[in-house]
């Protein structure tokens, strides 16, 4: 292989992956001067001169004539006068020898290092390149296409058949994919693993839910509606707290639309997800209220310090306040970056209730704080809820459930 035939292949293939000429020349000139300093030992009296369109090639090493019995014959930049003259007849001590290496006398195996080289000098360019283009694109959504289900994992491609990584712990529980799919999601982080890039893709992050409420309101977009907060369960429910600093902009209104016409095809893309919008304001309570809609507060304790609030409600509204699971209640906390405690408020005949602190030597004091963190802090709170209600809203087992229940009851029986 001439020099003309590895530089124009190199140049077809750079081509390809769209590396640019300077990149190309670049790449060329850091591999023929490793092959001249594998050669030579050196590379510092030798000049590149490389043309990609036509596949030229100059290689020129320098060398300063020196007489045949100096003390500097031996070094890589200085030429004996005897040898200059074989060159050229008329060369003198003091002068500069120019003389052209073609790339045939590295040898075969050294040119084709050379290309194997360049090859994989290209391939790893394009791989930094991949990763700087998807590093600048963390946080934004993008669309690829399903080409390989696995266990732990689904595999997808983008327009230029990059592979990207959509991993089971980033899909919303409702997904389910099929090769040829188009899905959208955000990149999520990118990753340098072994010299290849790792593209993590999500669709259970809050700021992909962030960034379809920006596709989808024009306000949002434009930043008169800004986005304070997004707290999500994916697949199930989500609370957007939202703001806006123009007051002729309800930003709730706008973020829902008319009838729902913009929300809609938000909660299509999550899978159904449940998306409360709230109204964003710096007035605590109020925020707190609004977080735990739809339920109705009657009042609220703040405890700034411990970051804990105590929130009193009607016994009919405390189930709404908490939500299937307890869901309610635990993306209203992380909204506003505090505990809340739920609270029954006191009812008619309470003098006959009993606080649950008052059983502290018969239950654990972790049985009784799981049960106020779903609401039910007094005995009659708990023996009005069913054994199958407390199992699904509590994280105790069946036979502790039995044995508070049985405590309880004992003690009104009495």
């Known amino acids: 292989m001439n020099s003309r035939e590895l530089i124009e292949s190199f140049a077809e293939f750079a081509r390809l992956k769209n590396i640019d000429r300077p990149t190309m020349i670049r790449i060329l000139e850091d591999v023929f001067r490793t092959m001249i300093r594998k050669k030579y030992g050196t590379d510092e009296n ?33 030429i004996p006068l005897s040898e200059a003259q074989k060159i050229e007849a008329d060369f003198e001590e003091g002068e500069e020898v120019a003389e052209p290496i073609v790339l045939e006398d590295f040898g075969r195996r050294v040119v084709q290092t050379a290309r194997q080289t360049l090859i994989q000098k290209v391939k790893d360019l394009e791989k930094d390149l991949l990763f700087q283009k998807y590093k600048e694109l963390v946080g934004e959504i993008i669309v690829a296409e399903v080409y390989q289900i696995l266990g732990k994992e689904i595999l997808l491609i983008d327009q230029e058949n990059n592979e990207l990584i959509l991993p089971k712990s980033e899909q919303i529980p409702k997904d389910r994919f099929r090769k040829g799919d188009s899905v959208k999601a955000i990149v999520h ?16 992050s809050p700021a992909f839910l962030e960034r379809l409420f920006e596709n989808e309101v024009p306000e949002v977009y434009d930043g008169l509606i800004i986005i304070k907060k997004v707290v999500r369960e994916p697949g ?5 707290a939202v703001e806006s600093y123009d007051d002729r902009i309800d930003p709730v209104g706008a973020c829902v639309g008319m009838k729902g016409s913009r929300i809609h095809s938000i909660v299509r893309e999550l899978e159904n997800e449940n998306i409360d919008v709230i109204n964003y304001t710096d007035n605590l309570d109020l925020y707190i209220s609004r977080a735990l809609s739809p ?7 703040v405890d700034e310090e411990d970051k804990r609030v105590s929130v009193y409600l009607k016994p009919d509204q ?9 869901q309610n209640i635990k993306l209203a906390g992380r ?3 505090m505990e809340i405690d739920v609270f029954r408020e006191s009812e008619e005949f309470e003098d006959e209730d009993i606080d649950l602190s008052e059983f502290d030597d018969e239950i654990e004091e972790w049985v009784i704080e799981e049960l106020r963190r779903v609401g039910l802090d007094t ?36």
């Not at 199930?236 to 957007?240: S, T």
């Not at 023996?383 to 009104?412: C, G, M």
């Open 46 to 78: 030798f000049d590149v001169i490389i043309n990609v369109d036509n596949g030229d090639l100059e290689i020129i090493r320098f060398r300063e004539i020196v007489s045949d019995d100096s003390e500097d014959i031996w070094d890589v930049d200085k």
């Open 189 to 204: 982080r990118v990753e340098m693993v072994n010299g290849t890039p790792r593209i993590i893709l999500s669709r259970t």
């Open 379 to 414: 005995a009659k709170s708990v023996l009005a809820v069913s054994k199958e209600e407390l199992l699904r809203r509590t994280e105790l087992e069946e036979e502790t459930i039995e044995e508070v229940l049985q405590i309880l009851k004992q003690e009104f029986e009495q």
């Open 236 to 240: 199930e429910r989500a609370k957007v």
């Open 318 to 326: 405390v189930s709404l306040a908490i939500g299937k699971g307890g």
């Open 295 to 301: 339920a109705k507060i009657s009042s609220i304790k």
């Open 335 to 337: 909204l506003v970056g």
